[in-house]
């Protein structure tokens, strides 16, 4: 028989584990004691309940939408994690790890980002709790992020260009963990989302799994009962765990993703890891990535800086195995066109992240994806402000399209 | 079945001898004809190992030294396959040379754990190490080694503890390769005293001989580690720099024999 590769350390079936050298094991190994020990004490739940009740602002809403419901031919109720400080739900996940940090006794915190959403929440967390704060950001993902690159500087972090491969998030991470091999005595990795060896994705769920435990008992005061269908975007998949966790033992509540498609699948321009991947080793798991047949990693690409990543969560893609779970891929021009619907219906600027799962529900009925009238829950993870001049230089080159 | 042409026992019993100095090199790089070149280069200064990397994109164990190598050979068309063929005419080269191989997890991944190590000892590689492979997920990896006839070399740095060492000496068997420094490759100048200190402690604990890499650049660090006992040392960023200054000039091979010859001498 073929020697088969199933993970030993922290598996969601086949995937997860702990891929990586033996240097960060130690480094590992006390987090998943900090894990166990800390965050499930007393005296750690209450500062965390506070950080993030006074700090960043939760509970967050939920709000009906009449008007985008209509256009849909849905009944959609939204998760406001946009107005989350920070605006987007990254915030959850950089405060119980930079306080986890803190009690670890670390003095330093060091973060990859993409979008900029992600240092822009580690920036803010560290400073609010009186971390060094290092953040590797690609080049590219500088240009085009500018504004985050301002925030996280604002907040006192150093942001580290990063130079190499094609100098995005993928990049970032790699040399993260470059960093943390080195300075894992004094530092701690906060990873932004539920990708990376184990315990990071177990760590990063249970932090963010706070947006699907209120959106369950926020959905029983308004609407009653639960949702049909739970929807979120995935690039990394952390927004997307963190309201599906609490749904996925409620059967019946149908759990829905959806992936950066770029340019079209066919164009192999897109970052649709669940749908189009393969499995491979990326960043320490077993998981679902964009490679080669050789096993190259193959650069993404998405409109949204955040969900252009070539790997993803490994329990997604154990929820897409175990069927209960499904992730569908949303081209950018789709996003694009939901993102301003969206703002027009609801005076409401999403990010292009969840413009994606937006244009999913635009089209869901069309499709045949969901039956008329089905009742929504939708985690609208962050808020557009961000995206405005990406927005205006596309809208600029589509409008020439159209007239041409 | 698969003979092994390099086979794990020589180097084991070469390093009993005396202990050895190997270069590393990225296949591939700076261009396939090169790479032989550079492998017949260092066989002719008296190398005891040749450490050969597959190219790959994601190289998180590796500085920018290796990385900018890694870049060279992709860009030049250096596929696993490529890789393969290019192995083959180094140990076709250096028939007598152990070559082993520093492949990324992915890579070993996508073409199948038993293929991978199959085509490498067809082609004349005794040992595989993976670096981004640790003790807990090694089980399937050591199995195909094992099937192959293929040494299997496991990392150990110098925050591993002493009941993990004892562990990953005992599945280990070609060599236990200790990290000297906590971080990646790269050429390190000042704290040798430390690493001299931690090969020490680390030799007397294993088995297997006890290999150290990364951050080795001077004659005197090679007869330091040797004296604490370790049986082999990897020259990297060092060379993969050399490679780099050199890698479009005529002076390629002569810098590079300029650069490793005194290491191999301060090692005999």
Redesign the interface.
């Known amino acids: 028989m073929?020697?088969?590769?199933?993970?030993?350390?922290g598996p969601f079936g086949e995937y997860g584990?702990?891929?990586?050298?033996?240097?960060?094991?130690?480094a590992l190994e006390q987090l998943e004691r900090a894990r166990k020990e800390i965050v499930t004490s007393r005296e750690f739940k209450l500062a965390l309940s506070e950080l993030l009740g006074e700090w960043a602002g939760r509970p967050t809403p939920l709000l009906t939408t009449p008007a985008f419901s209509e256009a849909c031919g849905l009944d959609v109720v939204m998760k406001r994690e946009d107005l989350l400080h920070g605006g987007a739900h990254k915030t959850n996940n950089v405060a119980g790890q930079a306080l986890m940090a803190k009690f670890m006794g670390k003095r330093r915190v060091i973060a990859e980002t993409g979008a900029g959403q992600h240092g822009a929440a580690t920036a803010m967390a560290a400073a609010r709790l009186g971390l060094d704060a290092v953040i590797y950001m690609g080049e590219k993902d500088m240009e085009r992020q500018a504004s985050n690159v301002k925030r996280m500087e604002l907040c006192g972090a150093r942001v580290v260009p990063v130079t190499?491969?094609a100098r995005t998030l993928?990049d970032a991470i790699?040399d993260a963990?470059?960093d943390w091999?080195?300075n894992?005595e004094t530092t701690h990795y906060l990873l932004g989302t539920v990708c990376g060896p184990h315990p990071f994705p177990r760590l990063v769920r249970d932090f963010q799994a706070i947006i699907g435990r209120e959106a369950i008992s926020q959905w029983r005061k308004l609407k009653g009962g639960l949702p049909d269908a739970v929807v979120a975007c995935v690039g990394g998949g952390s927004n997307a765990i963190g309201i599906f966790h609490a749904f996925v033992p409620k059967k019946r509540v149908q759990l829905i993703g959806l992936e950066p498609g770029g340019l079209g699948l066919e164009s192999g321009q897109h970052g649709a890891t669940l749908v189009a991947g393969s499995t491979?080793?990326?960043?320490?798991a077993?998981t679902s990535?964009l490679?080669d047949?050789?096993?190259?990693?193959l650069e993404p690409h998405s409109v949204s800086a955040g969900l252009d990543y070539p790997g993803v969560g490994p329990e997604h893609a154990y929820l897409r195995d175990a069927g209960r779970a499904r992730y569908l891929a949303i081209n950018d021009d789709e996003a694009l066109d939901a993102f301003e619907t969206f703002s027009r219906l609801e005076g409401i600027i999403p990010a292009f992240e969840p413009a994606h799962a937006l244009a999913f529900l635009l089209k869901a009925v069309r499709d045949d994806e969901l039956p008329a009238r089905s009742r929504v829950l939708m985690n609208l993870c962050g808020r557009g402000d961000k995206d405005l001049d990406n927005y205006y230089a596309h809208y600029a080159q589509r409008k020439l399209g159209a007239s041409e | 079945m698969l003979t092994s042409r390099g086979g794990p026992s020589r180097l084991k019993r070469a390093l009993r001898e005396a202990p050895q100095v190997s270069p590393f090199l990225v296949l591939g790089d700076p261009t396939p004809e090169l790479s032989v070149a550079l492998a017949k280069a260092a066989v002719a200064c008296g190398a005891g190992m040749l450490e050969i990397g597959f190219p790959y994109g994601d190289p998180v164990a590796d500085g920018p030294a290796i990385q900018k190598a890694d870049v060279r050979a992709l860009e030049n068309g250096t596929s696993t396959t490529k890789a393969m063929e290019i192995l083959g005419r180094i140990h076709d080269a250096c028939p007598k040379t152990p070559l082993n191989l520093l492949v990324y997890a992915n890579l070993v991944h996508a073409r199948g754990f038993d293929r991978f190590c199959e085509e490498v000892v067809e082609a004349g590689a005794s040992s595989l190490l993976v670096p981004d492979v640790c003790l807990e997920e090694s089980a399937p990896l050591k199995k195909a080694c094992r099937r192959a006839r293929l040494g299997h070399v496991q990392l150990v740095g110098p925050l591993t503890s002493s009941d993990r060492l004892k562990r990953i000496d005992a599945a280990a068997t070609s060599f236990v390769y200790l990290v000297a420094h906590q971080g990646v490759t790269g050429v390190r100048g000042a704290g040798f005293d430390e690493v001299e200190a931690l090969v020490a402690r680390t030799a007397w604990q294993l088995n297997n001989p006890l290999c150290v890499g990364f951050g080795l650049s001077k004659p005197e660090q090679i007869r330091r580690v040797f004296a604490a006992g370790a049986r082999l040392a990897v020259v990297g960023s060092y060379l993969a720099n050399v490679i780099d200054e050199n890698a479009r000039g005529d002076r390629l091979l002569a810098a590079f024999s300029e650069a490793l010859g005194p290491l191999v001498t301060a090692g005999q």
């Open positions: 073929a020697t088969t590769l199933v993970p030993k350390i584990g702990r891929y990586v050298p033996e240097l960060l094991v130690p190499s491969g993928k790699n963990l470059r091999t080195q894992l491979g080793l990326l960043h320490g077993r990535v490679q047949d050789e096993g190259q990693i």
